[in-house]
């Protein structure tokens, strides 16, 4: 199982995907390999977090990065569970446009 179904709602294959690909950008962008590849995935990375507003970000970065769940986040902020998953979706969604159209 995924670090994002195992925090989060079911996501559609397009969400997945995007998911995916956000980590091992975050991931790229950290990795001790040849400066140019580095610099290209960080590159990669900041474009895909620009497409995200604060909050998006958060809850992006908290779920994909930090292995938080909704719940998790949902009683730390006072937030309801099902308005985090709405902005988490829709934060995928984001993801999902911009690198379909290859930024």
Sequence with gaps: MSL?????PELSIEQETAARR???AAEASQ??????KRMMA?????????????????????VLLKGRAL???????GRDVAALEGLY???LDKLS???????
Excluded at 97 to 103: D, I, K, M
């Design 4 to 8: 994002t179904e195992s925090t989060g």
């Design 22 to 24: 956000y980590e091992r």
């Design 31 to 36: 990795a001790n390999t040849k400066p140019e």
């Design 42 to 62: 960080q590159e990669s990375y900041v474009r895909a977090r620009r497409v995200l507003e604060p909050s998006e970000l958060a809850i992006v970065d908290l």
């Design 71 to 77: 719940a998790q986040i949902a009683a730390a902020t």
């Design 89 to 91: 979706l829709a934060a």
């Design 97 to 103: 446009t911009h690198f379909e159209q290859g930024r």
